[in-house]
């Protein structure tokens, strides 16, 4: 009852947002409650370069006790019953992320990933497009972070998820997270574990050959 409650009463909640690997990055964010877990995730990225993908959620009370995990991305964040000044904790899952190390514990790097949020609430069905203009189904290419390589199974945008393009992607290994079925849409068919759909600025497309796996044992 609680959680219905959460949801139709204030539609806003302002929360301080911390990260696992940037200690001293701290920021007030505004979050409506109706965003999904996956759309608060999505914006958070902009503000930390942390990826959708690598980005675990926690939300602690005002008195630093945990609440809960936000582990299901099809949630409304008002489910989780967040209140002002609750803290949301970002961890970054990624060994390669470009926020592991603590090196960008300076955190005017950290700007290049910001936008505003005027800018991302403008976000439409075209975002990104003009990233997949050399990106078609069938192209190898490889994924950043962690240069995963695999083939495009699918260009465009994709209902279930945030709005803009997407780029769907067989890895070559079981680097992904489904069989090209996202939240009960199917965009394309592949291996369990072997997709990924990602956005077109982490994808590379070229000659970018399955790797042999014993390459690295030759001398």
């Known amino acids: ?70 582990s299901d991305n099809t949630r409304p964040l008002g489910f989780y019953s967040p209140q002002d000044g609750f803290r949301l904790h970002i961890i970054d899952l990624d060994p390669s992320s470009v926020t592991s190390g603590g090196w960008l514990e300076d955190t005017s790097l950290v700007e290049k990933y910001k936008i505003s949020d005027e800018a991302y609430d403008k976000l439409d069905d075209n975002y990104m497009e003009d990233l997949c203009a050399n990106i078609k189904v069938g192209d190898r290419c490889q994924v950043e972070p962690g240069e995963k390589r695999g083939v495009v199974k699918f260009v465009g945008r994709a209902e279930t998820l945030a709005p803009g393009f997407w780029v769907g992607i067989q890895y070559d290994e079981p680097l992904g997270k489904h069989d090209g079925m996202v939240k009960g849409k199917r965009y394309f068919d592949c291996p369990p574990l072997c997709g990924g759909m990602v956005r077109p600025d982490k994808v590379k497309v070229g000659d970018f050959p399955e790797r042999d796996p014993f390459e690295e044992d030759e001398i």
């Open 1 to 70: 009852m609680a959680n219905k409650l959460q949801i139709q009463g204030d539609e806003s909640v302002l929360l301080c947002v911390t990260h696992s690997n940037i200690k001293s990055f701290s920021a007030d964010v505004r979050f409506s409650l109706q965003m999904t877990v996956e759309a608060v995730k999505e914006k958070l990225w902009r503000k930390c370069g942390t990826s959708v993908d690598s980005m675990c959620l926690e939300l602690y009370d005002d008195t630093g006790a945990k609440v809960s995990d936000l």
